[in-house]
């Protein structure tokens, strides 16, 4: 017998496979967009890779216009300025062109455009969301977020220091193209952060207090796939198998954290992020090993058991085991002491700590910081 209830949604079609960007042209010529906005990143411009789906678009029949000024952590800031340049432009489809930053900030100025307004603040809460936005096409050029398949946002405020998880159905992705050759070319520490990011992902919905028979499924299978090929992916960037397995891991995560939220790792890290702009990968990553032994002891056995059957080691040895190959211990994140008692008490009541399975008290959260980053 199932025990309770399940609610369970997968709001975007997704079109998964190696050479699949050339969907995006059948897409745009299907539902006849004629004005598509690009929002990518000036590295992916440089690098040529974003001129793939201009092409694509323009195929299509439709005209482009490109806004390349993603950054690693997208602000409402830049937002208000998307909103700005692209509103004479009145796209009637977004493209988001990248990694999540780029993803998430497509959905941002998508949501915003469609409430003819550039505070995406304004549109926080769920009541002040009316109607949907305009269709966004996510197109992932990393493994990691998932945010191509759910209908959050995470924005930085640097007016509070705040990272703003900003989310409705209305928001959620018209389609996701996730082709595993765009990340041939993505560099080593950007997949191996990238790619721990979707192991965070995975873990923290698989041990969610909601956690549920499908969206444990999707996570588990998630997690086994990141265990098997982050090292391939990382040391062999070249390797497509290795690749397209990352690309469905982090797909995956993205689906299950959909349904069931988060943890404490990203209670934390956002505040660490929107205090120093620090990369969320990589900030999640040496959060991963300290915050699940913090949770061990609430972490049901049958799940500990799953988890620990991955490998001949234990899961919490094969966390410490990842740190050590992949040199995050050499990695250096440097928080404030000043900062220590609001980002701590930001995250306990931060909404992804809500479905970690232990709940933390902010001395708690300090300790962990003190214990995970250098403190000045």
């Known amino acids: 017998m199932i025990k309770?209830?399940?609610d369970f949604t997968l709001p975007t079609r997704v079109t998964f496979g190696s050479g699949k960007l050339i969907e995006l042209r059948e897409e745009i010529a299907r539902c006849s967009f004629k004005r598509v906005a690009l929002i990518t990143s000036k590295d992916l411009v440089e690098l040529k890779l974003a001129e793939k789906a201009?092409?694509?678009?323009?195929?299509?029949?439709?005209?482009t216009l490109v806004f390349s000024r993603g950054a690693s952590n997208p602000t409402t800031k830049l937002v208000a300025e998307g909103v700005k340049e692209l509103g004479p432009f009145d796209p009637d489809c977004l493209v988001g062109f990248g990694g999540g930053s780029a993803i998430d900030l497509a959905k941002g100025i998508g949501i915003c455009l469609s409430h003819r307004t550039q505070d995406i603040k304004a549109l926080q809460s769920n009541q002040e969301i009316e109607v949907r936005s305009i269709p966004v096409i996510c197109i992932p050029t990393t493994s990691g977020t998932g945010s191509e398949v759910n209908y959050w946002a995470v924005i930085s405020d640097p007016k509070t220091n705040e990272?703003?998880?900003?989310?409705h159905p209305a928001m959620a992705p018209h389609l996701a193209i996730v082709d595993p050759e765009l990340t041939l070319t993505l560099p080593r520490k950007i997949t191996l952060w990238t790619g721990l990011d979707a192991l965070t992902h995975a873990l923290e919905a698989y041990v969610s207090i909601l956690s549920n028979r499908p969206s444990g499924l999707l996570a588990l299978e998630a997690i086994k796939l990141v265990l098997e090929n982050l090292g391939r992916a990382v040391n062999h960037g070249e390797d497509l198998a290795a690749r397209e397995h990352m690309a469905l891991a982090s797909l995956l995560a993205g689906a299950a954290m959909q349904q069931v939220g988060l943890g404490l790792i990203h209670a934390m890290s956002h505040q660490v992020s929107g205090f120093y702009d620090t990369p969320h990968g990589l900030t999640n990553a040496k959060l991963l090993a300290?915050?699940?032994a913090f949770n061990l002891p609430k972490i049901p056995q049958e799940k500990r058991a799953s988890l620990d059957s991955l490998s001949e080691m234990s899961f919490q040895e094969v966390l410490t085991e990842i740190d050590q190959r992949h040199g995050l211990t050499d990695e250096v994140i440097t928080v404030r002491e000043s900062d220590l008692e609001v980002m701590s008490n930001r995250a306990a009541t931060n909404l992804n700590a809500k479905t970690n399975p232990r709940h933390p008290e902010p001395s708690e959260i300090e300790s962990l910081y003190r214990s995970t980053f250098t403190v000045v």
Do not use: D, N
Not at 54 to 63: C, M, P, S, T
Not at 163 to 167: E, V
């Open 4 to 6: 309770g209830h399940i």
């Open 290 to 292: 300290p915050v699940f």
């Open 163 to 167: 990272k703003l998880s900003i989310g």
């Open 54 to 63: 201009v092409v694509a678009a323009e195929q299509g029949g439709a005209k």
